[in-house]
DNA sequence: CCGCACATACCGACTGGTTAGTCTGGCGTC
DNA sequence: GACGCCAGACTAACCAGTCGGTATGTGCGG
């Protein structure tokens, strides 16, 4: 077994990755250092760089993280066997409700892209791309069905809702009046009603 | 009168301030130096802190210039003689068109906020809430009088609006299929039906 | 209408501090 | 004794902000 340093038995890559999430999200990429996040997780630069090739690819693998949860989800609420509007209204609740459940990886996603390298930043853009499509053939679905209205090109629509996602870190408060679930139900709404011939 | 640098006629502060917004909005804050924008401005450190007080002021007058002017527009908008529907349609269309005239000011604002000194960015805060009252204001008058339906919480359907907005930076391409007036359109559309009763 | 004092506008070398990443070495386990 | 795991000092680069200095313009007393 690896040496553990003090009483924290979580492998030591694990707690790297948790404490840099939270210190991007507090403070940013750029006003985050190398020598902050390793002595939140209790270890050295010598732990970090032996895991992690750069500062950047532990932001990378913050990225990594939230695509692959988002994409396992949205494809279980696409996939489910049922009408069109309710396919798009869970899938659009549940995003809603993952994304405040994971605040801090949301707004790291959204301030810090641009802090990934080049190559990076595309793979992530491609990966994102896919969602993004897979989200929209929903509604050109319903679209086609004639459940939902073509008055909006479904590319609008897609980024029209993420939008306000990708914004609930700005305004969501958990200590708020609303509760996550009541958040999402009223998003999805104005998505659904939004889409009504 | 003052020095004229090369051909360069813009006094110098302006000519600051664009280049420094341009960076900021390339880079980010984080990632431009001072050096960077002294040079791109065609001047030196000298008369840069001879104009601003640090990096972090150019940052807010970049803040103070958006602010003012879509309150501005705001209240011309909010304060015509037309239905609740039509000032709010209106509005609603106009921000998203001065949004996409002003790119490089949006993506700067929605991701360089943390940035500002603790002092300024309350500053900015407050007059933000000031302009999201406003616009709740419209919706809440149009829920009241019957217009729109009162089933989500105005509070909501603003943050739900301006989410869209603040990433337009991150998907609108000035050489897509669509005009900013044609984007900004379907999105009054979009919100206009959300709020259908 | 001259000349002196003062102000405004800017230059650019310099400083003190910070940072990402490297490297050597040592500890523990198989 | 080899190898994975990690410590921590070190380095080279960079950066915001400072400061003494210079050039141009402006007001005023004589």
């Known amino acids: 077994m690896p040496r553990t340093t003090d009483g924290d038995t979580?492998?030591?890559?694990?707690?790297?990755?948790?404490?840099?999430?939270?210190?991007?999200?507090?403070?940013?990429?750029?006003?985050?250092?190398?020598?902050?996040?390793?002595?939140?997780?209790?270890?050295?630069?010598?732990a970090l760089y032996h895991y992690f090739g750069s500062k950047d690819d532990l932001l990378h693998e913050v990225?990594?993280?939230?695509?692959?949860l988002q994409q396992e989800r949205l494809d279980t609420f696409a996939g489910a066997d049922q009408p069109v509007g309710e396919r798009l209204r869970g899938a659009a609740a549940d995003v809603v409700v993952t994304t405040i459940e994971n605040l801090d990886d949301a707004s790291i996603f959204f301030r810090s892209m641009h802090h990934l390298s080049p190559d990076k930043?595309?793979?992530?853009?491609?990966?994102?791309?896919?969602?993004?499509?897979?989200?929209?053939?929903?509604?050109?679905?319903g679209q086609?069905?004639?459940?939902?209205?073509?008055?909006?090109?479904?590319?609008?629509?897609?980024?029209?809702?993420f939008g306000s996602i990708h914004h609930l870190s700005t305004w969501y408060r958990p200590d708020g009046p609303l509760s996550k679930q009541e958040v999402a139900d009223h998003l999805a709404d104005l998505l659904l009603r939004a889409l009504r011939p």
Chains 1, 2 share one sequence.
Request: no cysteine; glycine share 4%; charged share 30%.
């Open 63 to 68: 990225y990594a993280r939230v695509l692959r």
């Open 144 to 161: 086609q069905t004639g459940v939902f209205t073509k008055e909006t090109p479904a590319d609008l629509v897609v980024d029209y809702h």
């Open 121 to 141: 930043n595309l793979q992530v853009r491609a990966e994102r791309r896919r969602y993004h499509e897979r989200f929209r053939a929903l509604i050109e679905e």
């Open 10 to 46: 979580t492998p030591v890559p694990q707690r790297l990755l948790a404490a840099a999430t939270r210190l991007f999200a507090e403070q940013g990429y750029d006003r985050t250092s190398v020598q902050e996040i390793v002595e939140a997780a209790g270890v050295t630069k010598g």
